[in-house]
């Protein structure tokens, strides 16, 4: 199966939070990533958090993670519509630190 | 701007041409890395350079696809005798060992072969 893996679609109104998840399966992983992508380009890094943390604020994103239940996962508060994007986690594996395993991503839409 | 720099960001090929992209890297970052993305998909690792030396390889890099960062600088990623299965986003992405190794994404070179 997947080793990292997302829902596909998340929609939300404008001001809303949105909550974005993710699994993954890899209990060594050292640092789990949330990247975004818009349309034709490339990723943007979001933001990160160690592996030891269970907690990481960043203005309105903010990153929660259950390393017992390997879940990790994005809220953004106040969501705007130039937050429309895909949304991926990735996780490093600590046997390889230059491969990142990413999930299909998440379509976030926010309608006005 | 130092961000991660690809070029060129769009290339259309025969199939059977070969084809490189170069990447350079934000100027402090030791470590670069190679990765593709086709549509509907996250991207997935090819290859990982520290500093010059390639450290480690995915068996996605068949022996058509080859990947150089001769001074510890840019790199290159050849695709010799393209097919249409290579069309996708090839990604170069950088980071420093010193400085908390956060990984960071050029934009993307498009490769389509038709």
């Known amino acids: 199966g997947e080793d990292v893996e997302q829902s596909l679609f998340l929609s939300v109104r404008e001001g809303d939070s949105s909550v974005i998840n993710c699994t993954y399966t890899d209990s060594s992983s050292t640092y789990l990533y949330w990247y975004k992508q818009e349309p034709g380009a490339g990723l943007q890094l979001l933001t990160y958090?160690?592996?030891?943390?269970d907690m990481k604020q960043d203005q309105r994103l903010t990153v929660l993670l259950n390393k017992k239940d390997k879940h990790l996962s994005l809220r953004i508060a106040d969501t705007q519509t130039g937050d429309s994007a895909i949304y991926f986690c990735?996780?490093?594996?600590?046997?390889?630190?230059?491969?990142?395993?990413f999930g299909k991503g998440t379509k976030l839409s926010v309608k006005p | 701007d130092t961000g991660v720099s690809q070029d060129p960001r769009h290339k259309i090929t025969k199939r059977g041409q070969n084809v490189t992209f170069r990447c350079d890297p934000i100027?402090?970052?030791?470590?670069l890395y190679w990765y593709r993305q086709t549509l509907g998909q996250g991207p997935e690792f090819l290859t990982y350079?520290?500093?010059?030396?390639?450290?480690?390889k995915s068996r996605l890099l068949s022996d058509r696809f080859s990947a150089e960062r001769p001074k510890g600088s840019f790199s290159t990623l050849e695709i010799q005798r393209t097919e249409q299965g290579d069309s996708a986003m090839y990604l170069c992405a950088s980071s420093s060992q010193v400085l908390g190794n956060t990984i960071y994404f050029g934009e993307g070179s498009w490769l389509t072969v038709v």
């Open positions: 990735a996780e490093s594996k600590a046997r390889s630190q230059g491969n990142l395993i």
């Open positions: 100027s402090e970052h030791n470590r």
């Open positions: 350079f520290q500093n010059e030396a390639q450290l480690e």
């Open positions: 958090i160690f592996s030891n943390m």
